[in-house]
């Protein structure tokens, strides 16, 4: 029998070139379009508006129906939207195509996420961090392609897709999990919310900085090249702290790995702001908030296994929490640089790092230490 950790993993190399290829992509596609860059910018809200939707809806299809066939359609949709990027030089089209591409990714996210915990339970660890490395190596690839030729990468993107959607179909699916009364009362006392503000303020201290160093590292009068390889050093770091954190693990307990990780992340954004911009700070900090940041999504996902059966709909709260962070905080990352300027970067990534250590503590509370 074919099992399924593979397909999995697969799947989020795709997801992982699907949702960062924008990006990389946004010159040519704003000359195609003949819009602005403040025009052009509207295609990253479209994508976290479809992502957001498509994270509420993923959750009750992947309960209720048969989890494979759903990831089959849902991995065909994301082939088909790949394929039309670069077909259309319509700004309002080009939304459309956006706005599906994210909410199919999502569906795949949280199908993933859940699929692979029911399959695995209590040893998910390893494959949670390989399968969320997996999309780090997707978004790796995404600059790097595009930077070749865009139809090239949606086109190698699509028959990615495409195939592991056939795959998907050659695969028993892991069951749902039965929900019992005492895990159902867990849900409605808020217990899965309290959990999905942790990832809320992880994915916006991630997604900020990743999305801001770049901008930092100019403001810092680095070249532009000096820019693109501090935004390379945090991925790099941030893919070498997934797979690490998938080696330890299995030896090491997902709370004692989230402390230490909330608590770097916390100390190296305190120590950029105490350094302001000195070019040791600079470089040390994006790769060890690379590290620090990396283990921090799968690793909850293997703190909360332990504690609460995750279904469809409950991981759909964490993926859609996930996304809000990641399309609010960026935002406001940007506003605060309007008004303070290269400053606002480790000051934002303090707060929001203070805040995910907090969310933890929380959680960590609530779920009973």
Same mark, same amino acid.
């Given at each position: ?21 924008? /990006?990389?992509?946004?010159? $040519? &596609?704003? $000359? ?24 509420? *809806? ?6 209720? !129906? ?17 394929? =039309?990027?670069? #077909? ?26 859940? &699929? ?11 494959? @949670?961090? =390989?399968?969320?490395?997996? !999309? ?14 865009? $139809? ?34 867990? #849900?409605? +006392? /808020?217990?899965?919310? %309290?959990?999905?503000? !942790?990832?809320? @303020? ?67 954004? *305190? ?10 700070? %600079?470089?040390?900090?994006? *790769?060890?908030? /690379? ?5 921090? !999504?799968?690793? @909850? ?25 990641? &399309? @609010?905080?960026?935002? =406001? ?18 707060? =929001? ?10 959680? +960590? ?5």
């Amino acid at each position: 029998m074919l099992r399924p950790v593979p397909l999995y993993l697969s799947s989020f190399v795709v997801i992982g070139l699907s949702l960062t290829l924008l /990006g990389p992509a946004l010159s $040519e &596609l704003r $000359e195609r379009s003949g819009s602005g860059i403040g025009e052009i910018g509207v295609l990253f809200a479209a994508q976290s508006l479809g992502y957001i939707v498509g994270a509420l *809806a993923g959750g009750r299809l992947f309960d209720r !129906f048969d989890g494979h066939r759903v990831y089959a359609a849902f991995m065909a949709l994301i082939a088909a939207s790949l394929l =039309l990027v670069p #077909v259309f030089s319509s700004l309002i089209a080009l939304f459309i195509v956006f706005v599906v591409l994210g909410a199919t990714t999502s569906v795949i996210d949280v199908g993933a996420n859940a &699929l692979i915990i029911w399959h695995l339970g209590s040893e998910v660890g390893r494959s @949670m961090n =390989l399968l969320h490395l997996c !999309f780090g190596l997707g978004a790796l690839s995404a600059p790097l392609v595009v930077g070749i030729n865009l $139809e090239l990468a949606t086109t190698a993107g699509a028959i990615a897709a495409g195939a592991t959607a056939v795959w998907a179909l050659a695969v028993p699916a892991p069951r749902a999990p039965t929900v019992d009364r005492e895990e159902q009362t867990a #849900v409605t +006392n /808020g217990l899965l919310f %309290v959990a999905a503000t !942790f990832f809320f @303020m992880y994915v916006g201290l991630e997604v900020g900085f990743a999305g801001w160093i770049h901008t930092y590292g100019e403001e810092l009068d680095f070249s532009a090249r000096g820019a693109t390889w501090l935004t390379a050093t945090f991925w790099i770091a941030f893919t070498a702290g997934r797979l690490i954190s998938a080696a330890v693990v299995n030896f090491v307990r997902p709370k004692v790995v989230l402390i230490v990780s909330c608590l770097a992340a916390l100390l190296v954004a *305190a120590a950029m702001v105490v350094a302001d911009g000195a070019l040791a700070a %600079v470089w040390l900090g994006a *790769a060890v908030m /690379g590290l620090a940041t990396a283990p921090q !999504f799968p690793v @909850m996902f293997a703190y909360l296994e332990r504690r609460v059966r995750l279904t469809g709909s409950a991981t759909a709260w964490f993926i859609g929490a996930a996304g809000l962070g990641g &399309l @609010m905080f960026p935002y =406001l990352i940007g506003i605060v640089f309007d008004s303070i300027g290269a400053r606002a970067l480790p000051l934002a990534s303090l707060v =929001l790092a203070l805040a995910t250590l907090g969310a933890f503590a929380n959680v +960590n509370r609530r779920f009973g230490g």
